[in-house]
């Protein structure tokens, strides 16, 4: 809709940037495709295979961008729409914007919550900068992370092996119960992970949050913690028998 909205101002680049944007995610949009041909034949393009300046492109990110601070919910909605279209185009600007202290928090909230709906492109430098950003940098990211919680993501075990080390970490609590959350939304493919760190670490599993994530995901955390019991052995298997009554008394209170 934005796209309509910029062609309806006038503002044709800047519309095409977004219609195509919006068709390359979704190609059923007739209505985009028909408005995408019609400004390109305007502006002396072949239809469909107008390819907009790499600097307009840009500058469609950069407006987007600093629209993700502003009071309007609907202009800073629109901000974050344009930057989730954009895809893997989008990454760098968005990390960069989790990374500058300068930028508010509003801002950077938006920028994590794009970068988590762009998913599976972003986990790399996300992974980078939960690992050596600042403070809020680091809770943008994994907050990001948290918005993600499928399982091509699930997949990445350094993601996951950073993840676990926040958790397990002396840092602030907030920033721990962020990278928590996330890791409870990758399922129960972590818990074998986080019982390995726990073993290779000592960790007491009463207490801590890797204990309660793996208590988080229930029946299927004891099947996990049961598995992991006959099969792997040594301190991880005595780490799983051990986090077994934790997980089971809270599934019996969900």
Known sequence: ??????????????????????????PTLERARGRLAALSAM??????????????????LSEAIAQLGVQSEADRL????????????????????????SVSARARTGAAFALG??????VGQLATLLRSGDHAAKSGAARALREMGTPS?????ELIGILIAKVRSKEDEKL??????????????????????MAAAGDDVSAGGAA????????????????????AGGSAAQVATDLLPVAAATASTA
């Open 153 to 157: 993501v699930g997949a990445q075990s």
């Open 78 to 101: 629109k901000a974050i729409r344009t930057l989730v279209l954009a895809g893997p185009k989008a990454v760098s600007i968005l990390v960069k914007t989790l990374g500058d202290d």
């Open 117 to 122: 709906k762009i998913g599976r492109p972003a």
């Open 43 to 60: 502006a002396g393009a072949p239809g469909q295979h107008h390819e907009a300046q790499p600097e307009t492109a840009d500058a469609a």
């Open 176 to 197: 721990r119960a962020i990278a928590a959350e996330a890791l409870i939304k990758l399922g129960p493919s972590t818990i074998a992970p986080i019982v390995q760190a």
């Open 1 to 26: 809709e934005y796209g309509h909205v910029l062609a309806d101002l006038g503002k044709t680049d800047m519309a095409i940037v977004h219609l195509k944007l919006a068709v390359e995610q979704d």
């Open 212 to 231: 309660v994530v793996v208590a988080a995901h229930g029946q299927d955390g004891i099947q996990e913690l049961r598995r992991l019991q006959e099969s």
